[in-house]
């Protein structure tokens, strides 16, 4: 009786939390839309009051149609900012799952109606660790390559997509397994798991199916 009580006094208490961070969230997404230099800030994206983006190098990023960032996802671009070229480009329909982090140093591209799950990270650079007598945090960081996750793909919890050199592209309606680490490119339709990632199921176009690669 207690408990029930209890949790039916707290239920407005919810409803009133919910409601106030709604709020501050439409206040924030409509305070940098109209104020902040983003390459491109589309109509109805929504960026949560907790995420970590620098005003800084917000003209490095382009947000496109119906974006969505949840709470305390961190986009980070690193090295010289003067390029015209953005470096993070979400495009429309875009979900960024919480807690994920989007670090660029030369380009991370999302097309459409890509789905990441809380704690991704997908970073196109990494620490260099070359000199041994040196600690990593003053040897800055490598050159990194160039990252593109095509229409549709869905990127689970805790998978880390990192690219240290060239280009890496995860093709088209691609499936990400949780905590999988991907290093390398794969093609559209594609299911991946592990650490290294690699190809788990494939979609055959003739049969219809999901299948093993070995069958």
């Given at each position: 009786?207690?408990?029930?009580?209890?949790?039916?006094?707290?239920?407005?208490?919810?409803?009133?939390?919910?409601?106030?961070?709604?709020?501050?969230?439409?206040?924030?997404?409509?305070?940098?839309r109209r104020t902040w230099p983003f390459a491109e800030f589309g109509t109805g994206t929504s960026v949560h009051w907790s995420c970590d983006i620098s005003r800084?190098?917000?003209?490095?990023?382009?947000?496109?149609?119906?974006?969505?960032?949840?709470?305390?996802?961190?986009?980070?671009?690193?090295?010289?900012?003067?390029?015209?070229?953005?470096?993070?480009?979400?495009?429309?329909?875009?979900?960024?799952?919480?807690?994920?982090?989007?670090?660029?140093?030369?380009?991370?591209?999302?097309?459409?109606?890509?789905?990441?799950?809380?704690?991704?990270?997908?970073?196109?650079?990494?620490?260099?660790?070359?000199?041994?007598d040196r600690p990593i945090h003053e040897q800055g960081i490598t050159d990194g390559g160039r990252i593109t996750v095509e229409t549709g793909c869905w990127i689970?919890?805790?998978?880390?997509?990192?690219?240290?050199?060239?280009?890496?592209?995860?093709?088209?309606?691609?499936?990400?397994?949780?905590?999988?680490?991907?290093?390398?490119?794969?093609?559209?339709?594609?299911?991946?798991?592990?650490?290294?990632?690699?190809?788990?199921?494939?979609?055959?176009?003739?049969?219809?199916?999901?299948?093993?690669?070995?069958?």
């Open positions: 009786m207690g408990s029930s009580h209890q949790e039916a006094q707290s239920a407005p208490a919810q409803g009133l939390a919910q409601l106030v961070s709604r709020i501050a969230t439409w206040l924030n997404s409509a305070w940098i800084r190098i917000s003209d490095a990023v382009r947000l496109g149609e119906e974006v969505y960032l949840a709470p305390n996802v961190w986009l980070n671009v690193v090295g010289d900012l003067s390029s015209a070229e953005p470096r993070i480009v979400l495009g429309n329909g875009c979900k960024i799952g919480r807690r994920s982090t989007i670090s660029s140093k030369n380009q991370i591209i999302l097309h459409e109606d890509v789905l990441l799950g809380p704690s991704v990270l997908i970073m196109d650079h990494n620490h260099e660790f070359a000199d041994t689970g919890h805790g998978a880390v997509i990192v690219c240290s050199r060239g280009n890496l592209t995860l093709g088209r309606n691609s499936v990400v397994g949780a905590n999988a680490v991907v290093t390398k490119s794969f093609p559209p339709f594609s299911v991946i798991a592990g650490s290294p990632a690699k190809l788990v199921k494939t979609y055959d176009q003739q049969s219809k199916k999901w299948i093993r690669p070995n069958d």
